[in-house]
Protein backbone atom coordinates (compact mmCIF):
# COMPACT_ATOMS: atom_id res chain seq x y z
CA UNK A 1 0.00 0.00 0.00
CA UNK A 2 2.61 2.33 0.79
CA UNK A 3 4.46 1.88 -2.47
CA UNK A 4 1.25 2.75 -4.39
CA UNK A 5 0.83 5.51 -2.38
CA UNK A 6 4.44 6.57 -2.99
CA UNK A 7 4.13 5.75 -6.86
CA UNK A 8 1.19 8.15 -6.77
CA UNK A 9 2.96 11.03 -5.06
CA UNK A 10 6.10 10.81 -7.25
CA UNK A 11 3.78 10.89 -10.86
CA UNK A 12 2.34 13.83 -9.72
CA UNK A 13 5.67 15.45 -8.01
CA UNK A 14 6.85 17.26 -11.48
CA UNK A 15 3.55 19.02 -11.80
CA UNK A 16 3.35 20.02 -8.10
CA UNK A 17 6.50 21.67 -7.78
CA UNK A 18 5.17 23.48 -10.97
CA UNK A 19 2.30 24.16 -8.93
CA UNK A 20 4.50 25.54 -6.05
CA UNK A 21 6.34 27.43 -7.82
CA UNK A 22 4.05 29.33 -9.60
CA UNK A 23 2.24 30.17 -5.55
CA UNK A 24 6.59 31.20 -4.48
CA UNK A 25 8.53 32.09 -7.23
CA UNK A 26 11.41 29.92 -5.53
CA UNK A 27 12.70 26.26 -6.63
CA UNK A 28 13.83 25.61 -3.40
CA UNK A 29 10.87 27.11 -2.06
CA UNK A 30 8.63 24.85 -4.17
CA UNK A 31 10.52 21.97 -3.81
CA UNK A 32 10.28 21.72 0.17
CA UNK A 33 6.63 22.40 -0.12
CA UNK A 34 6.39 19.34 -2.20
CA UNK A 35 8.39 17.48 -0.04
CA UNK A 36 6.32 18.55 2.96
CA UNK A 37 3.05 17.78 0.98
CA UNK A 38 4.93 14.05 0.81
CA UNK A 39 4.91 13.78 4.73
CA UNK A 40 0.99 14.78 4.56
CA UNK A 41 -0.03 12.77 2.10
CA UNK A 42 1.45 9.24 3.24
CA UNK A 43 -0.30 9.09 6.43
CA UNK A 44 -3.73 10.10 4.78
CA UNK A 45 -6.02 7.72 4.33
CA UNK A 46 -6.27 6.70 0.52
CA UNK A 47 -7.57 9.53 -1.84
CA UNK A 48 -9.98 8.62 -4.56
CA UNK A 49 -7.75 11.17 -6.60
CA UNK A 50 -4.57 11.61 -5.57
CA UNK A 51 -3.72 14.03 -8.12
CA UNK A 52 -6.53 16.77 -6.64
CA UNK A 53 -5.63 15.66 -2.98
CA UNK A 54 -2.18 16.65 -3.15
CA UNK A 55 -2.62 19.82 -4.93
CA UNK A 56 -5.16 20.66 -2.15
CA UNK A 57 -2.25 19.93 0.57
CA UNK A 58 0.78 21.91 -1.58
CA UNK A 59 -1.93 24.96 -1.62
CA UNK A 60 -1.83 25.07 1.59
CA UNK A 61 1.50 24.91 2.42
CA UNK A 62 2.16 27.39 -0.19
CA UNK A 63 -0.08 30.14 1.51
CA UNK A 64 1.31 29.68 4.55
CA UNK A 65 4.99 30.41 3.31
CA UNK A 66 3.13 33.18 1.68
CA UNK A 67 2.42 35.17 4.81
CA UNK A 68 6.54 34.83 5.54
CA UNK A 69 6.91 35.81 1.87
CA UNK A 70 5.06 39.13 1.84
CA UNK A 71 6.60 40.01 5.02
CA UNK A 72 10.53 39.85 3.25
CA UNK A 73 9.13 41.18 0.22
CA UNK A 74 8.23 44.36 2.16
CA UNK A 75 11.66 45.17 2.41
CA UNK A 76 13.23 43.27 -0.91
CA UNK A 77 15.34 46.14 -2.59
CA UNK A 78 13.89 47.20 -5.46
CA UNK A 79 11.46 45.02 -7.92
CA UNK A 80 11.30 41.61 -6.85
CA UNK A 81 11.13 38.66 -9.82
CA UNK A 82 11.15 35.18 -9.33
CA UNK A 83 13.79 33.10 -9.56
CA UNK A 84 14.24 31.97 -13.02
CA UNK A 85 14.70 28.32 -14.08
CA UNK A 86 17.45 27.67 -16.50
CA UNK A 87 17.94 25.22 -18.94
CA UNK A 88 20.12 24.65 -22.06
CA UNK A 89 18.52 26.27 -25.31
CA UNK A 90 16.50 23.82 -27.20
CA UNK A 91 15.66 22.72 -24.46
CA UNK A 92 11.46 21.56 -24.56
CA UNK A 93 9.03 22.26 -22.01
CA UNK A 94 7.14 19.10 -21.79
CA UNK A 95 4.15 21.32 -19.94
CA UNK A 96 4.51 24.45 -22.48
CA UNK A 97 1.28 24.07 -24.01
CA UNK A 98 -0.53 24.28 -20.76
CA UNK A 99 -1.51 27.61 -20.00
CA UNK A 100 -2.54 26.43 -16.54
CA UNK A 101 1.48 25.36 -16.04
CA UNK A 102 2.99 28.27 -17.97
CA UNK A 103 6.11 29.99 -15.78
CA UNK A 104 7.71 32.66 -17.88
CA UNK A 105 8.34 35.48 -16.78
CA UNK A 106 5.17 37.63 -18.50
CA UNK A 107 2.72 34.98 -16.42
CA UNK A 108 5.07 35.22 -13.19
CA UNK A 109 4.89 38.87 -12.74
CA UNK A 110 0.98 38.75 -13.88
CA UNK A 111 0.23 36.13 -11.52
CA UNK A 112 1.90 38.98 -8.67
CA UNK A 113 -1.46 40.98 -9.32
CA UNK A 114 -3.37 38.46 -8.09
CA UNK A 115 -4.26 37.52 -4.17
CA UNK A 116 -2.92 34.51 -2.67
CA UNK A 117 -6.30 32.93 -2.39
CA UNK A 118 -7.00 34.41 -5.80
CA UNK A 119 -4.23 32.08 -7.28
CA UNK A 120 -5.27 29.52 -5.18
CA UNK A 121 -9.19 29.21 -6.60
CA UNK A 122 -8.00 29.62 -10.31
CA UNK A 123 -4.92 26.93 -9.55
CA UNK A 124 -6.93 24.14 -7.96
CA UNK A 125 -9.83 24.72 -10.49
CA UNK A 126 -8.63 25.17 -13.84
CA UNK A 127 -5.39 22.90 -13.21
CA UNK A 128 -6.63 19.90 -10.89
CA UNK A 129 -10.26 20.67 -11.63
CA UNK A 130 -11.52 20.18 -7.67
CA UNK A 131 -14.80 21.07 -7.59
CA UNK A 132 -15.52 24.57 -5.94
CA UNK A 133 -17.37 23.16 -2.41
CA UNK A 134 -13.62 21.04 -2.25
CA UNK A 135 -11.85 24.30 -2.53
CA UNK A 136 -14.10 26.21 0.06
CA UNK A 137 -12.79 23.37 2.15
CA UNK A 138 -9.33 24.15 1.44
CA UNK A 139 -9.63 28.09 1.76
CA UNK A 140 -12.42 28.36 4.53
CA UNK A 141 -14.79 30.63 2.06
CA UNK A 142 -17.74 29.44 0.80
CA UNK A 143 -17.97 27.82 -2.98
CA UNK A 144 -19.57 31.11 -4.34
CA UNK A 145 -16.81 33.30 -2.70
CA UNK A 146 -14.64 30.32 -4.02
CA UNK A 147 -16.00 30.71 -7.66
CA UNK A 148 -15.79 35.06 -7.63
CA UNK A 149 -12.07 34.86 -6.51
CA UNK A 150 -11.42 32.48 -9.63
CA UNK A 151 -13.35 34.41 -11.52
CA UNK A 152 -11.73 37.38 -10.95
CA UNK A 153 -8.32 36.39 -11.27
CA UNK A 154 -8.87 34.97 -14.65
CA UNK A 155 -10.25 38.58 -15.80
CA UNK A 156 -7.09 39.84 -14.00
CA UNK A 157 -4.70 37.54 -16.20
CA UNK A 158 -6.69 37.70 -19.00
CA UNK A 159 -5.83 41.23 -19.31
CA UNK A 160 -2.21 41.10 -18.33
CA UNK A 161 -1.59 37.85 -19.76
CA UNK A 162 1.43 38.26 -22.87
CA UNK A 163 -0.28 36.44 -25.33
CA UNK A 164 3.06 36.38 -27.57
CA UNK A 165 6.24 34.34 -26.56
CA UNK A 166 9.68 34.75 -27.97
CA UNK A 167 11.38 33.03 -30.03
CA UNK A 168 15.20 32.30 -30.41
CA UNK A 169 15.54 34.88 -33.44
CA UNK A 170 13.58 37.62 -31.23
CA UNK A 171 16.20 37.17 -28.34
CA UNK A 172 18.70 37.43 -31.57
CA UNK A 173 17.02 40.69 -32.32
CA UNK A 174 17.56 42.40 -29.13
CA UNK A 175 20.94 40.97 -28.72
CA UNK A 176 21.83 42.57 -32.33
CA UNK A 177 20.19 45.77 -31.32
CA UNK A 178 21.57 45.91 -27.73
CA UNK A 179 25.05 45.49 -29.27
CA UNK A 180 24.84 47.78 -32.05
CA UNK A 181 23.43 50.54 -29.40
CA UNK A 182 26.53 49.58 -27.84
CA UNK A 183 29.23 50.42 -30.34
CA UNK A 184 27.45 53.46 -31.86
CA UNK A 185 25.75 54.96 -28.83
CA UNK A 186 22.67 55.62 -31.01
CA UNK A 187 19.42 54.86 -29.68
CA UNK A 188 18.38 53.81 -33.65
CA UNK A 189 18.94 50.37 -33.28
CA UNK A 190 16.46 49.91 -29.99
CA UNK A 191 13.61 51.44 -31.59
CA UNK A 192 13.58 48.63 -34.57
CA UNK A 193 13.02 46.12 -31.27
CA UNK A 194 11.43 47.83 -28.28
CA UNK A 195 7.79 48.48 -27.85
CA UNK A 196 6.32 51.68 -27.37
CA UNK A 197 4.87 50.73 -23.78
CA UNK A 198 8.16 48.73 -23.10
CA UNK A 199 8.51 47.72 -19.28
CA UNK A 200 11.86 46.82 -17.79
CA UNK A 201 12.20 45.00 -14.47
CA UNK A 202 15.72 43.92 -13.00
CA UNK A 203 15.64 42.13 -9.70
CA UNK A 204 19.30 43.23 -7.92
CA UNK A 205 17.77 42.50 -4.55
CA UNK A 206 20.09 45.15 -3.26
CA UNK A 207 22.85 43.15 -3.29
CA UNK A 208 24.35 43.83 -6.78
CA UNK A 209 23.28 47.29 -9.25
CA UNK A 210 20.32 47.50 -10.95
CA UNK A 211 17.35 49.50 -11.53
CA UNK A 212 15.63 50.28 -7.95
CA UNK A 213 12.57 50.87 -10.02
CA UNK A 214 10.21 49.49 -12.79
CA UNK A 215 11.26 51.41 -16.00
CA UNK A 216 7.71 51.85 -18.45
CA UNK A 217 8.04 53.28 -22.16
CA UNK A 218 10.29 53.35 -25.00
CA UNK A 219 12.31 56.46 -23.50
CA UNK A 220 12.61 55.44 -20.37
CA UNK A 221 13.78 52.11 -21.44
CA UNK A 222 15.86 53.14 -24.32
CA UNK A 223 17.60 55.90 -22.43
CA UNK A 224 18.37 53.60 -19.56
CA UNK A 225 19.50 51.04 -22.30
CA UNK A 226 21.62 53.79 -23.92
CA UNK A 227 23.59 55.18 -20.40
CA UNK A 228 24.10 50.77 -19.92
CA UNK A 229 25.71 50.40 -23.17
CA UNK A 230 27.97 53.25 -22.70
CA UNK A 231 28.89 51.96 -19.46
CA UNK A 232 29.28 48.65 -19.66
CA UNK A 233 33.03 47.81 -20.88
CA UNK A 234 32.92 44.18 -21.26
CA UNK A 235 36.05 41.93 -20.16
CA UNK A 236 37.33 40.12 -22.75
CA UNK A 237 35.33 36.88 -22.00
CA UNK A 238 32.30 38.22 -21.61
CA UNK A 239 28.97 36.84 -23.72
CA UNK A 240 25.27 36.41 -24.35
CA UNK A 241 24.56 32.57 -23.73
CA UNK A 242 21.24 31.33 -25.41
CA UNK A 243 19.55 29.32 -23.29
CA UNK A 244 15.69 28.43 -21.89
CA UNK A 245 14.55 31.00 -19.02
CA UNK A 246 11.08 29.05 -17.51
CA UNK A 247 10.27 27.16 -20.55
CA UNK A 248 11.09 29.91 -22.62
CA UNK A 249 13.94 31.64 -25.35
CA UNK A 250 16.23 33.38 -23.02
CA UNK A 251 19.69 34.50 -22.52
CA UNK A 252 22.62 34.95 -19.60
CA UNK A 253 25.19 36.92 -19.73
CA UNK A 254 28.21 34.82 -18.63
CA UNK A 255 31.46 37.36 -17.14
CA UNK A 256 34.83 34.63 -17.31
CA UNK A 257 32.70 31.39 -16.72
CA UNK A 258 30.32 33.00 -14.26
CA UNK A 259 26.76 33.87 -14.83
CA UNK A 260 26.29 37.59 -13.64
CA UNK A 261 22.20 37.72 -15.16
CA UNK A 262 19.41 35.77 -16.68
CA UNK A 263 17.52 37.58 -19.18
CA UNK A 264 13.84 36.78 -20.28
CA UNK A 265 11.51 38.56 -22.77
CA UNK A 266 7.71 39.24 -23.85
CA UNK A 267 6.35 40.44 -27.38
CA UNK A 268 3.87 42.24 -28.44
CA UNK A 269 1.05 41.53 -31.36
CA UNK A 270 3.15 43.20 -33.65
CA UNK A 271 6.86 41.25 -32.74
CA UNK A 272 8.10 44.48 -30.79
CA UNK A 273 9.81 43.85 -27.20
CA UNK A 274 7.19 44.96 -24.39
CA UNK A 275 8.94 43.40 -21.34
CA UNK A 276 12.35 42.60 -20.58
CA UNK A 277 12.57 40.96 -17.17
CA UNK A 278 16.38 40.81 -15.46
CA UNK A 279 17.44 38.86 -12.84
CA UNK A 280 20.71 39.88 -11.19
CA UNK A 281 20.23 39.32 -7.34
CA UNK A 282 23.15 36.82 -6.59
CA UNK A 283 20.91 34.75 -4.73
CA UNK A 284 18.58 33.92 -7.27
CA UNK A 285 21.48 32.69 -9.39
CA UNK A 286 23.31 30.20 -7.27
CA UNK A 287 21.25 27.30 -8.24
CA UNK A 288 21.33 27.37 -11.84
CA UNK A 289 23.16 24.23 -12.84
CA UNK A 290 24.58 25.35 -16.28
CA UNK A 291 28.19 25.73 -16.76
CA UNK A 292 28.63 27.66 -19.55
CA UNK A 293 32.17 27.31 -21.41
CA UNK A 294 33.53 30.27 -23.12
Not at 101 to 114: H, T
Not at 221 to 241: H, M, N, S
Not at 244 to 262: A, F, H, R, Y
Request: glycine share 8%; net charge negative.
Amino acid sequence: MKEQRLAAYLGERKRLVRLAYRYLGSVSEAEDAVQDAWLRFADAEAPDDAGRYLSRIVTNLCLDRLKSASRRRETYVGPWLPEPIVAQAGTTDPEAGDAALDISFGIMRALELLSPLERAALFLHDLYDVPFEEIAETLKRSPAACRQLASRARKTLQQANPRFHPTESDVSRYVAGFTETARTGSIEPLKQILAADVEFISDGGGKVPAARDVLSGFDMVAGFLVVIAQKFQPPERTRFQPVSVNGEPGLVLVVDGKIEQTMSFALDEHGAINGIYIVRNPDKLSGIGLSPKG
